[in-house]
């Protein structure tokens, strides 16, 4: 099995940073999309950030010149970095890849899911 494990969540004053890592890892064959999705309380789930394999990166506009995703391909993992953390960032961050697990290429790409980790900006 795949698992998507993040971390890096936690308490931020107005105005800080945090660094959100992802790393996936199982029998992992290749890793296509990565991305960055959040949660606020009573709110649907909205994308944040996504990375291709060859490391073409979007974002949506409320974290443009905030925050960049970035991804490590060998070490399977990929991070965002938050800046000028407002209060309207308040959320539950997952992370969301598509994965090949076993040893083929022959094997359906999955998405896959992280458990969720918290991210609340306040004073």
């Known amino acids: 099995q795949v698992q998507l494990v993040e971390s890096g969540g936690g308490l931020v004053q107005p105005g800080g940073s945090l660094r959100l890592s992802c790393a996936a890892s199982?029998?992992?064959?290749?890793?296509?999309?990565m991305a960055w999705y959040r949660q606020a309380p009573g709110k649907q789930r909205d994308t944040v950030a996504g990375i291709t394999s060859g490391g073409t990166s979007n974002y949506e506009d409320f974290v443009k010149g905030r925050f960049t995703i970035s991804r490590d391909n060998a070490k399977n993992t990929v991070y965002l970095q938050m800046n000028s953390l407002k209060p309207e960032d308040t959320a539950v961050y997952y992370c969301y890849a598509v994965i090949r697990s076993g040893g083929s290429i022959s094997t359906p790409p999955n998405t896959c899911w992280g458990q969720g980790t918290q991210v609340t900006v306040s004073s």
């Open positions: 199982g029998r992992i064959f290749s890793i296509y999309d």
